[in-house]
């Protein structure tokens, strides 16, 4: 069995905040919307009926509480959740915050315009709220 | 408790597949790509962890058998899946057949363009073999 390594790009793109049971949950460094991603720690998996039924369970279940702290610690007005990976095949989930006026509102995120980076301050504090925020759950 | 309706928008955008355990699954008559949505059948749910925890997994099962149907179906490159609701606040779930140099591609679908509406019969076909792929699956 192949092991899980983390695409680069990925890893580039964003800051880890805890390995959950199926789950690698990050923050990505681009600070427009307040922003995750949930990357299942398994070797090769693309689309999401690829994993396991058990692991599809789990990641339901880590990508929903994520999605519920995220919301309660932004205030947002929706959450948009989405795995799309036509770019990076590692199956990947998005979660984002948005609230009305935000970056390309109320049409979605990705491919729009470019990275605007949090500075080290902010993705500190959006880090230690969220992860403060998923253990209450 | 209140009776679930369809959102007008919903309704008028696609037309009725199946009605499954959850949700009603439906295809779109933008038949720029193939393109499905599931809304499952549950009243004022706007958020998918607003969702009772059995929905929350009934919903992932319904939602990836329609995307693997739908993968076998159209040979697409890569499945995409989506809650936005941005515009549309009824929760429902995309899912989309991309293929390289779609309209859009790699970017995402939402809020691209102007629909491209299929011709009844493509439209069809295309509901035959879905309905087909998910009852053999």
Request: charged residues 25%; hydrophobic residues 45%; proline residues 5%.
């Amino acid at each position: 069995m192949q092991e899980f390594t983390l695409d680069e790009r990925l890893e580039r793109d964003s800051i880890c905040l805890a390995n959950l049971g199926l789950t690698q949950l990050r923050l990505m460094k681009d600070g427009r919307w307040p922003w995750l991603i949930a990357v299942p720690r398994r070797a090769d998996v693309t689309e999401v009926f690829e994993l396991a039924p058990l692991d599809q369970t789990m990641l339901t279940f880590e990508v929903n509480e994520a999605a519920k702290a995220l919301k309660g610690v932004t205030g947002a007005e929706k959450i948009n959740i989405a795995m799309i990976g036509n770019q990076v095949r590692q199956l990947h989930v998005h979660i984002v915050a948005r609230f009305s006026g935000d970056p390309n509102w109320p049409g979605p995120i990705w491919g729009y315009g470019e990275p605007v980076f949090h500075t080290g301050d902010t993705m500190k504090m959006l880090a230690v709220k969220i992860t403060e925020a998923m253990s209450d759950q």
